[in-house]
Antibody, heavy 123, light 107 residues
Framework: DVQLVESGGGLVQPGESLRLSCATS????????MSWIRQVPGKGLERVAN????????YYVDSVRGRFTISRDNAKNSLSLQMNSLRAEDTAVYYC????????????????WGQGALVSVSS | SYVLTQPPSVSVAPEKTAKITCGGD??????VHWYQQKPGQAPVLVVY???DRPSGIPERFSGSNSGNTATLTISWVEVGDEADYFC??????????FGSGTKVIVL
């Protein structure tokens, strides 16, 4: 079975840093693009960053570009998100997610999600 | 930016049919995907590519997409279907876009 397990969430003050990790199993990690998606409690979903299967291409939403860094270790089947200069508006549950492509134009979705890691930024 | 509009809630009696809409400009030209999220849990993919189901998702879940509206239909609703449902598309100008979610309430 596919499993995605996040760790590293917690409470930090504005301006501080936090690193999220995602341990994966049950699939060939190096074959898939991966994403981090966040959800403000009780609110909608936002894709924060994603990374190509070989790590050579990365995407960031404007609000985190320059502050967050996504990375992966295919030898360890793990995904990471380094979050610097955290702001109150970064408070959310962060999900490690597997990207999928249907094969038809513009058909991209997410087929497996971790249980989430809560990041709280508050003074 | 591309916007997806969902009703906040839909109420349905057990064994009846629930229809959850997702509105967007010419959404019929896009591929729509649907996720179910129960309280305190991560989202689960229930429909992808407008009307395909991942393995393990009951046939009671189906999707359609035409014009400016995509619809997730849940037939023979069960108490266990009570959850939030989000639609999602990929748009070249907006990247991944999620709807705000619809809470399905089973009466």
């Amino acid at each position: 079975d596919v499993q995605l397990v996040e760790s590293g969430g917690g409470l930090v003050q504005p301006g501080e840093s936090l690193r999220l990790s995602c341990a994966t199993s049950g699939f060939t990690f190096s074959d898939y693009w991966m994403s981090w998606i966040r959800q403000v409690p009780g609110k909608g979903l936002e894709r924060v960053a994603n990374i190509k299967n070989d790590g050579s291409d990365k995407y960031y939403v404007d609000s985190v570009r320059g502050r967050f860094t996504i990375s992966r270790d295919n030898a360890k089947n793990s995904l990471s998100l380094q979050m610097n200069s955290l702001r109150a508006e970064d408070t959310a549950v962060y999900y490690c997610v597997r990207d999928r492509y249907c094969g038809t134009i513009d058909c991209f979705y997410f087929d497996y999600w971790g249980q989430g890691a809560l990041v709280s930024v508050s003074s | 930016s591309y916007v997806l509009t969902q009703p906040p809630s839909v109420s349905v009696a057990p064994e009846k049919t629930a229809k959850i809409t997702c509105g967007g400009d010419n959404i019929g030209t896009k591929s729509v995907h649907w996720y179910q999220q129960k309280p305190g849990q991560a989202p689960v993919l229930v429909v992808y590519g407008n009307n395909d189901r991942p393995s393990g998702i009951p046939e009671r879940f189906s999707g359609s997409n035409s014009g400016n509206t995509a619809t997730l239909t849940i037939s023979w609703v069960e108490v266990g279907d009570e959850a939030d449902y989000f639609c999602q598309v990929w748009d070249s100008g907006s990247d991944h876009v999620f709807g705000s979610g619809t809470k399905v309430i089973v009466l």
